[in-house]
């Protein structure tokens, strides 16, 4: 079978992927490296949405669907003003950011687009074999964005909660929404004894994203969130009259799994399945853009690539979370209460962000002092 060679390949041009090739093409360390993007598919689709915060204005400004400078946390019991200053929450919609990357790479004279569905990624004498369906590729270092099976297979060696949720876009006749707030969180309708809640994102007067969010050890089956959906629509918004244009599901692990150890010499494992998803909170894109600018800085400094890729301290703190819901999952209400009552939102996003010190993270843990979280510590 022909043999295809780069300098480096990019298995998956998903969110880790097109950031990595991003920074890897504005770099001129790297302008005369070959570098290849595969994928299965040509990422053609609006199939998910990105939400973050940040200070002032990051690269991503002429993507921005939609920013908010304050927000909310409800529950039956608080109703929370969330003044995000200095961040804001910020929306991408996954087509406009994979539309706005493939064209500044399709710029690039040493970045090629491949469709091809990859099925093995093995070291052989000095190089990395990538086996695709269509083709083989050759390649001196991979950044492979499959996750592990051992993942999957050997779930017990760690703590898993899935963050799973299904949104509706809805749009209605009369101005209804304040697109200039939003929800972070709405406790007042769950499912059964869980840590579940609604997100609601309005875009305009007469549109919004509404979400209901799981964070639980188990899944439920579809119908399950539009029961919720509809009843958030229509008992807390008190909305009869409205149409969904469009909707969107998924799944996310927030998990202490080590997905670190299936890095090798040449094949680095990058997005969820390098573990670059913040395991307490389930945001992965500005953690992606961090981990993709530090894996740059480490190639071209000879470092090991993942030179201070992960903080055993925030891993500490993340397994804690982490056991708390897997042990009382019913307990969520509570934790994200007392989070919020308790700190301001711009310490919590720095926290989530790993940027705090000791004595910020002390009084983090400290709002959340409970029972269950002193038996987390000791297990």
């Not at 097109?18 to 070959?34: H, P, R, Y």
């Not at 769950?190 to 639980?216: C, D, G, H, M, R």
Request: hydrophobic letters at 35%.
């Amino acid at each position: 079978m022909q043999s295809h060679h780069y300098d480096y390949i990019i298995v998956g041009s998903g969110l880790a992927g097109l950031q990595l090739g991003l920074a890897l093409s504005k770099d001129v360390f790297f302008k005369n490296k070959k570098i290849a993007l595969i994928d299965k598919s040509s990422k053609s689709s609006n199939d998910k949405t990105w939400c973050f915060w940040e200070k002032g204005k990051g690269q991503w400004e002429n993507i921005i669907h939609k920013s908010w400078k304050e927000g909310f946390f409800i529950s039956d019991k608080e109703n929370i003003n969330l003044n995000l200053s200095p961040y804001t929450y910020k929306m991408i919609r996954s087509i406009d950011f994979y539309e706005n990357a493939k064209t500044q790479l399709a710029n690039h004279p040493s970045i090629s687009f491949i469709e091809d569905s990859i099925t093995a990624v093995e070291e052989d004498a000095g190089k990395v074999m990538v086996v695709g369906k269509k083709k083989t590729y050759t390649s001196s270092h991979v950044f492979d964005s499959r996750i592990s099976p051992e993942y999957f297979e050997n779930k017990n060696e760690s703590v898993s909660i899935h963050q799973h949720f299904k949104g509706w876009m809805i749009e209605t006749e009369d101005e209804f929404f304040n697109p200039e707030t939003f929800t972070m969180m709405d406790y007042r309708l769950q499912y059964k004894n869980s840590t579940s809640f609604t997100y609601v994102l309005p875009i305009t007067k007469k549109k919004a994203f509404v979400e209901f969010t799981f964070f639980t050890p188990f899944t439920v089956e579809e119908n399950v969130y539009d029961l919720y959906l509809e009843r958030y629509v229509k008992e807390i918004l008190k909305l009869q009259q409205y149409k969904i244009t469009a909707t969107e599901i998924g799944i996310i692990p927030m998990t202490n799994f080590s997905f670190q150890q299936y890095n090798y010499k040449r094949i680095t494992k990058i997005g969820t399945a390098g573990g670059w998803v913040k395991p307490s909170s389930g945001y992965a894109f500005k953690h992606t853009e961090k981990k993709a600018s530090l894996l740059i800085e480490n190639l071209k400094n000879n470092l090991p690539i993942t030179t201070n890729f992960h903080s055993k301290k925030y891993h500490f703190l993340d397994t804690i979370f982490l056991k708390v819901l897997h042990n009382e999952n019913s307990k969520g209400k509570w934790i994200f209460e007392q989070l919020y009552l308790k700190n301001s939102t711009p310490s919590i996003f720095k926290f989530l962000d790993e940027e705090t010190s000791v004595l910020e993270d002390f009084k983090i843990v400290k709002s959340l002092y409970s029972k269950a979280f002193i038996k987390a510590l000791f297990q």
